[in-house]
């Protein structure tokens, strides 16, 4: 019997294109969906019903903003069932699984998220790691949980974020563009950013005001120039002077230690060795300092803490002994 899943969205669908597009071409391995639901009833991700012939359809769902209320939720999940589905992707769905949809498809939803979880959970991600300054990033596909963006990671792919050019004050810099767009404009745009990764470009939308806005991230004025020429060229109604402001890179050989915590395991601290003249340490406990670097060696893997628990417990069991 093959897998039939229901996709959930709550705008554009430009993931929701992906797959369905990869189901037309044969790609799902026999995985067939069998519905498109949206949680707003002029999502763009509805009009796929027509184009790839699978039933659409929006579901109301109540009077939250975030998350589903309790008795909508239960109204979904019986939707869901009845249409067929075995299976849920969560492709844009802009708001929070809870009991309902977890307890009628137990180990069975699946979220992409823009993001290398664990890091940048929750609404913005993209936005979230540009900020942050970070040079990798990527998407991750997850199983859904009553952790928001916390389930079973199931595949990631890396993304590398482009340098910028050397700056008079050292370091790098980067020109960020943001101009506002006819909200008509988006899915096209979408869709020649998908198919031709256009790797400068992304889209954003306010959720609240439902306004639309194009971002670019460039090098330099002249790479500036070059694109959105280009861009306006294909696409004419693209009108208006865009917003750029420019972008420091920041110093993440020191910055990265305002994000590092100390933490105990029962009675053991693990500390880093710059808090060393500072930290206190509660009488009769014990302390290892470490001089964790910016991308291994801090000790808060949660693997780290396996370890380190059961060396805990080897050592109660070895002192018990003797």
Not at 4 to 32: C, D
Not at 274 to 287: A, F, S
Request: net charge neutral.
């Amino acid at each position: 019997m093959p897998m039939r899943f229901a996709i959930l969205g709550s705008g554009r669908g430009s993931n929701a294109r992906a797959l369905l597009t990869a189901w037309k071409e044969g790609r799902l391995h026999g995985a067939e969906p069998v519905g498109i639901f949206s949680d707003k009833p002029e999502a763009s991700i509805l009009r796929f019903g027509g184009e790839f012939g699978v039933p659409a359809r929006y579901l109301d769902p109540g009077k939250f903003k975030t998350k589903l209320s309790p008795e909508r939720e239960e109204a979904w999940a019986r939707a869901l069932q009845e249409a067929g589905a075995g299976w849920i992707v969560l492709a844009g769905f802009m708001r929070v699984v809870k009991e309902p949809l977890l307890k009628a498809f137990p180990k069975r939803i699946l979220n992409l998220h823009p993001s290398l979880l664990p890091s940048f959970k929750g609404l913005h991600a993209i936005e979230q790691a540009w900020n942050y300054g970070v040079k990798v990033t990527g998407c991750t596909v997850h199983y859904v949980t009553g952790d928001l963006d916390g389930g079973p990671i199931i595949d990631q792919a890396v993304v590398r974020i482009g340098g910028g050019r050397p700056s008079r004050g050292g370091g790098f810099r980067m020109i960020e563009l943001r101009l506002s767009i006819d909200p008509a404009l988006a899915d096209e745009l979408e869709e020649y950013f998908c198919m031709d990764l256009q790797q400068h470009w992304m889209l954003h939308e306010n959720w609240k005001t439902h306004e639309h806005e194009l971002r670019g991230f460039f090098s330099c004025r002249e790479e500036v120039d070059t694109d959105l020429a280009k861009l306006r060229d294909r696409f004419p109604a693209l009108v208006g002077e865009p917003e750029l402001r420019e972008l420091a890179d920041r110093d993440w050989k020191e910055a990265y230690k305002l994000h590092f915590k100390p933490w105990r395991e029962r009675g053991l601290h693990w500390v880093p060795v710059w808090e060393k003249d500072r930290y206190e340490l509660p009488p009769g406990e014990e302390i290892v300092y470490l001089d964790p670097g910016m991308a291994f060696g801090t000790g808060n893997h949660e693997t780290t803490r396996l370890c380190v628990r059961r060396l805990l417990d080897a050592r109660d069991d070895w002192g018990a002994a003797v």
